[in-house]
Nanobody
Framework: QVQLVESGGGLVQPGGSLKLSCAAS????????MGWFRQAPGKEREFVST???????SYADSVKGRFTISRDNAKKSVYLQMNSLKPEDTAVYYC?????????WGKGTLVTVSS
């Protein structure tokens, strides 16, 4: 059974930083594409960032220059370093994995950016 478990969310002030982690199990992580999505209250889930099994990254325009995605295959984990956080970054952040034409999702971790 594939499981993705996010951690690292919390309350942070505007301009602050936070690092999210996603630990995977039950899958060939090293062969999987990974990513982060987020969903704010009353809004649709949106793409944030992805990283391929080869390390190629992509970012939504709204987070470019502020967020950095990375992965550690030995730990079967993917990370999202978030800097210069803005109130509009407030959302539940979900970890996504893709392997063998299937998508897997974590349950999410809440990030609140507020003064």
């Amino acid at each position: 059974q594939v499981q993705l478990v996010e951690s690292g969310g919390g309350l942070v002030q505007p301009g602050g930083s936070l690092k999210l982690s996603c630990a995977a199990s039950g899958m060939r992580f090293e062969l999987s594409g990974m990513g982060w999505f987020r969903q704010a209250p009353g809004k649709e889930r949106e793409f944030v960032s992805t990283i391929s099994r080869g390390g190629t990254t992509s970012y939504a325009d709204s987070v470019k220059g502020r967020f950095t995605i990375s992965r550690d295959n030995a730990k079967k984990s993917v990370y999202l370093q978030m800097n210069s956080l803005k109130p509009e970054d407030t959302a539940v952040y979900y970890c996504k994995g893709n392997y063998y034409a299937l998508d897997y999702w974590g349950k999410g971790t809440l990030v609140t950016v507020s003064s």
